[in-house]
């Protein structure tokens, strides 16, 4: 298998990725007579084994997508041996240092490998990834995975403190990636690594005292157009929201309403109407808005042919929305690029 | 004609990339300025004021610093740096300084005759010091920062880059964002990183904004693989496809697909059985080459002999000797040439759609992305991703709506990505007072194979 190149079929060997739903993923290596327990039931790899990607799988309880494994779907799904570069930072990465096909890069540390992937994919047939850990574990995991999926020709791996005894390279890097806890030790020797022609550089770092150390750094070696940036990713939920309008009169009591099961509030209580906010209504939201059976009249309201920006009827504003609810990534890493000239 | 799957050798690309070479697309930056040129010898550009000749730059590293004396280019060391034109002397706060212009005592004149003099641009700021009566009570950072300042205004050195894609976007997203629909850096990376654009892919491209996704798909695919251009209008209009200068074979491998012909592509739909049959796998089939090639040397030929073979009229002697009747007949000669290949281009990527093998589907358009991605979601292979950019939430969404109807992709994801950039100095470390307002809005997902229904 190689996440190289784009094959059809499922093979012995191959990672693939088992897509069960929204958020639920997970990256097994197929293997002859080996069962992988899903909550959908008992998915026997025999089973998988000539199907073509993208292929639709039945378990016993339901069924699941057998997916090619990209860099960005490894990612998700890789185990973790230490804290890994997301897609987000991994792309912004890749695109600064300018690379592609026939790239050399230099990285330390590899930890989970996630970026390597990544790289490897970028810079594939000509180029190559020269990779630094100092963990020897991390070191030999990352050299398996890399065999696993058919990319040991584009990296080498090297198990080394690259902060104590530098990469021991000279003039062969296009560009070079740092992911260390004490970067502005390796960056003298990550200068030396990157090709007299010039090149680039990105250290990645959590803390702020880091990056400025490694920015004075940078500036005192020579290199020049120093940035630091963040990017942060948001996500939508695209939903169909219906606020209800609020009504200006009071109902007779006597009347009484059917209550939609597991709807919103009781219209007669205008207390706890006045405490419904428009995000309130969102969390209980109907997913299609012809459904308002219990509402006293459903008819479109005397508006233009074209509702601005959704749909009204007497009770409701439908529209959909992109939402993004509770909690995002606020911070990973500050990425610091810089440049390096030729003389 | 080269075949598309070769490349040229590693070599010659890392030699033919590294220096400065007439008919070059070229960068020349200066501080903020960046602005693009293409070198051609002898004639004169403008930048920032000044007039000069890329002559001089020619055959040196890109990368390389210049300064222009007399019209001319001369490469020079970079400049020296702010910290070693400051003194000892320095002020703890400004409550005693006032900004009036009789602060400097060099007048504008006296700045221009040190120029003209050809005075270096450290010793011009160092005059501006020691003629400053405010300096030395400046705080050490306030003086770091005039030093800056000045030396922007005054020193007139400047780099001169290769093109690639990062600097392209830059510098349209700086000058004219709307040509590339506000698409910024960061939203770039994520189409080309979530599309996994790479080595050995087809991807189909629908590219509204002046070829940056094409250019930037070319460069990630660094001539494997196959881009397939969708565009309105009967010729794309993409000039940073040209700012960058790709060499021809990766070109050889950039598909034109006018949106006018995406009906003809579907109803070939039915046809579509045999011509896989009749196809050789990716490549051109070679005598259809030659055919093209005999056909267009024999227009080009025309231009410059009698008529042979092929043409042959009545009036045939008298065009012959009438210089406009020939140059006419030339030009029409050139336009039948020119029309038997464009024909027969569009007839080669509609074969190749037709395989339904497309890697990876990137939709960049002014455009409602709805049609676009139902309609082009056909010729994607299952198991691939699609990603569509929009400058507008709703649009994305929509096409997300639409998507999910159809029920063809999984993994779907909706967002958009925040970017900000900081100051890091000693003491003064903060985030830009100014960031981008919005990048704009993208949607991912992967194919699955369709179900028989």
């Known amino acids: 298998m190689s996440l190289a190149k784009y094959h059809d079929k499922v093979k012995e060997n191959d990672t693939v990725i088992l897509y069960l739903g929204y958020d639920n993923m997970h990256a097994i290596k197929i293997k002859k007579g080996s069962v992988f327990q899903t909550r959908y039931g008992a998915l026997r790899h025999n089973d998988i084994i000539g199907t073509t990607y993208g292929s639709r799988v039945h378990c016993p309880k339901g069924y699941l997508y057998i997916l090619y494994p990209t860099p960005e779907l490894w990612t998700s799904n890789l185990p973790h041996r230490t804290q890994i570069l997301y897609t987000t930072d991994i792309s912004v990465v890749s695109f600064q240092l300018d690379l592609k096909p026939g790239a050399v890069v230099v990285e330390s540390g590899t930890g989970s490998a996630s970026l390597s992937h990544s790289i490897i994919r970028s810079i594939l047939p000509d180029g190559h990834l020269y990779t630094f850990e100092f963990h020897k574990e991390r070191a030999q995991k990352a050299e398996e995975e890399f065999k696993d999926h058919s990319l040991s020709d584009y990296v080498t791996v090297t198990h080394k403190d690259v902060c104590q005894f530098g990469f021991d390279l000279e003039d062969v890097a296009d560009a070079v990636f740092l992911d260390l806890p004490v970067p502005w030790d390796a960056i003298p020797s990550a200068k030396k690594a990157l090709k007299k022609q010039g090149g680039r550089i990105c250290s990645f770092s959590p803390c702020i005292e880091q990056v400025q150390k490694s920015c004075a750094c940078f500036a005192e070696l020579g290199f020049e157009e120093i940035s630091t940036k963040e990017c942060l990713v948001r996500n939508f939920d695209v939903r169909t929201i219906n606020l209800p309008n609020p009504e200006f009169f009071s109902r007779d009591k006597t009347k009484s309403q059917p209550q939609k099961k597991g709807s919103r509030f009781d219209r007669d209580d205008m207390d706890a109407y006045s405490e419904e906010t428009a995000e309130n209504s969102a969390q209980c939201d109907i997913v299609e808005s012809s459904d308002t059976k219990e509402n006293t009249t459903s008819e479109v309201l005397d508006t233009p042919a074209w509702d601005y920006i959704g749909r009204k009827t007497a009770a409701n504003f439908s529209f959909k929305a992109g939402i993004s609810l509770g909690r995002m990534p606020g911070h990973t890493g500050y990425l610091t690029f810089a440049t390096l000239y030729p003389l | ?453």
């Open chain 2, 1 to 453: 004609m080269a075949t598309s799957s070769e490349p040229m050798c590693v070599d010659e690309r890392k030699t033919s990339n590294v220096t400065i070479k007439e008919g070059d697309q070229a960068i020349l930056k200066k501080g903020k300025t960046v602005r693009i040129f293409q070198i051609r010898k002898k004639r004169d550009i403008w930048l920032d004021k000044i007039k000069f000749s890329l002559d001089g730059a020619v055959g040196h590293y890109y990368g390389s610093t210049f300064v222009v004396k007399n019209g001319q280019m001369h490469k020079v060391q970079k400049t020296f740096k702010e910290a070693e034109v400051l003194g000892p002397e320095k002020g703890t706060d400004n409550r005693d300084l006032h900004d009036l212009d009789s602060n400097q005592k060099l007048s504008r004149e006296d700045i221009e005759k040190m120029k003209k003099e050809g005075a270096k641009g450290q010793e011009i700021i160092e005059q501006l010091i020691e003629n400053s009566t405010t300096f030395k009570g400046k705080t050490e950072y306030a003086q770091e920062k005039w030093v800056k300042k000045k030396k922007q205004k005054h020193v007139a050195e400047f780099t001169v880059l290769k093109p690639n894609t990062r600097l392209m976007c830059q510098m349209y997203h700086e000058k004219s964002p709307a040509k590339i629909l506000n698409i910024r850096m960061d939203t770039l990376a994520q189409i080309l990183t979530y599309g996994n654009v790479h080595a050995f892919t087809n991807v189909a491209v629908v590219d509204t904004c002046s070829g940056l996704v094409v250019g930037a798909v070319l460069e990630r695919l660094g001539g494997y693989g196959k881009v397939f251009h969708f565009h309105p209008g009967e010729r794309p209009a993409r000039p940073i496809v040209d700012n960058l200068n790709f060499p021809q074979e990766f070109l050889d491998n950039l598909y034109n697909f006018p949106f006018c012909e995406i009906n003809s592509l579907k109803s070939e739909e039915g046809k579509s059985d045999d011509l896989i049959d009749n196809s050789h796998g990716d490549s051109v089939p070679s005598e259809g080459d030659s055919l093209s090639d005999t056909a267009v040397k024999q227009c080009t030929d025309s231009n410059t002999e009698t008529n042979t073979g092929g043409e042959s009229t009545e009036s045939q002697d008298k065009d012959n000797t009438d210089p406009v009747a020939r140059k006419r007949k030339a030009e029409m000669s050139t336009r039948e040439a020119n029309k038997i290949l464009y024909s027969k281009r569009l007839s080669e990527a509609k074969e190749l759609l037709l395989k339904r093998n497309i890697d990876c589907l990137i939709i960049a358009s002014k455009f409602n992305p709805t049609p676009l991605v139902t309609t082009l979601i056909e010729y994607v292979a299952p198991s691939r991703p699609i990603v569509v950019y929009s400058q507008y939430k709703e649009a994305v969404m929509d096409a997300y709506a639409y998507l999910r109807e159809i029920g063809c992709l999984v993994n779907y994801r909706v967002s958009e990505t925040w970017l900000r950039e900081y100051q890091i100095l000693p003491m003064r470390t903060h985030p830009e007072i100014q960031m981008s307002a919005g990048g704009g809005y993208l949607l991912t997902a992967t194919t699955i194979v369709k179900e028989q229904k």
